[in-house]
């Protein structure tokens, strides 16, 4: 009889209601609002954004968000703009750019920075720097404490030819304490441009450490690795032109030869031959005064090398600037053993 009542009850029950789940089983979760999903969306796609190895089942899911939002609310405009924002991450730009062009037009748009900053990289991807700067432009005033977005400027400006302009906005992002490796190169690379060879150095060196530190962040991540040794490279030159503006500071070439070391331990090759064509540039970019740092150094690389003829050579400068060097003996000691050969016997 309670069995009867009880399931004549549930018909009765108002719409949205169910009846309860069995036993052991775990009630269905509530359902979510569209506000919830779309911000689930959009902390997908800042993830996307950043974790290129997982991009993919990022945006999948975002684009299954952003799905069920329009089939909900078929004219929800934010919905459109997510869409469009999953587009451009998995590089299909041009279906992209007339949607956010149609959000960023909208009430709600035109109070949305990110709006401005997407179609502004959408522009830039077409060369149209004009358009792009003026729309980076529109998102820092909504948002003026983004890095990114006077990076944005910069590149434009530069291809605009207008060289103060990306100076100073670099500087902009510089001073606000971004953790950006990508503002530091650009800032390095400009500060070259304009001569200042040792701020320069210093902002490359940010952006590799900045760098050391996104690697280590994301492990195993190959697009970090690359990035990487891309910064290399803007240190490497920048340190080039540094060597040949000090040339008698010894700190320059030791750090060169680090940085070859790192680099090239890096991409996994061996480093000697580079090495010691840099020393040898330290030599002849010395002269007359060359520290025997660089004569020792070259002649443990000649040694690692077996080029038993270089090692000793620079070992014989080196014994003219100081003979009593305890290293440049022990080099001297090892030529034989290092080269291959025989080691002179007892009383020869």
Aim: aromatic share 6%.
């Amino acid at each position: 009889m309670i069995r009867v009542l009880l399931s004549s009850l549930i018909l009765f029950l108002p719409a949205g209601w169910s009846a309860l789940p069995a036993h052991g089983q775990e009630p269905p979760p509530p359902p979510t609002t569209v506000a919830e999903d779309l911000d689930r969306a959009l902390d997908l796609l800042h993830q996307a954004e950043q974790d290129e190895d997982n991009r993919a089942r990022y945006l999948a899911e975002a684009n299954d968000l952003v799905a069920a939002v329009q089939q909900r609310e078929p004219n929800n405009v934010k919905a459109d703009f997510y869409l469009a924002r999953v587009l451009v991450l998995a590089g299909r730009s041009k279906d992209a750019l007339r949607s956010v062009e149609r959000y960023a037009k909208t009430r709600q748009g035109a109070n949305d920075w990110e709006a401005f900053k997407i179609l502004a990289d959408l522009q830039v991807q077409g060369t149209y720097w004009t358009l792009a700067r003026g729309n980076y432009q529109k998102a820092a005033e909504l948002n003026p404490r983004e890095p990114d977005l006077y990076l944005g400027m910069a590149t434009c400006s530069l291809q605009l030819g207008k060289f103060e302009d990306a100076l100073k906005q670099l500087e902009t992002a510089v001073n606000m304490g971004t953790q950006n490796p990508k503002i530091y190169d650009a800032y390095a690379q400009v500060l070259l441009r304009d001569n200042q060879v040792d701020r320069a150095l210093g902002a490359a060196e940010s952006a590799v450490k900045l760098a050391q530190g996104d690697v280590k962040n994301r492990a195993g991540s190959m697009r970090a690795l690359q990035e990487l040794d891309a910064r290399y490279a803007t240190l490497e030159a920048t340190l080039t032109l540094a060597v040949r503006k000090h040339p008698q500071t010894l700190r320059l070439w030791q750090r060169g030869l680090e940085i070859i070391d790192e680099r090239l331990e890096l991409n996994g090759r061996v480093a000697t031959q580079r090495k010691l064509a840099f020393v040898n540039q330290g030599i002849q970019a010395t002269q007359p005064n060359v520290p025997i740092e660089l004569y020792l150094k070259k002649a443990q690389l000649s040694i690692e090398a077996r080029r038993r003829e270089d090692a000793e050579s620079a070992l014989d400068e080196a014994d003219k600037i100081d003979p009593t060097n305890p290293l440049a003996k022990q080099l001297r000691d090892s030529l034989p053993a290092a080269t291959g050969e025989p080691a002179p016997r007892a009383g020869q």
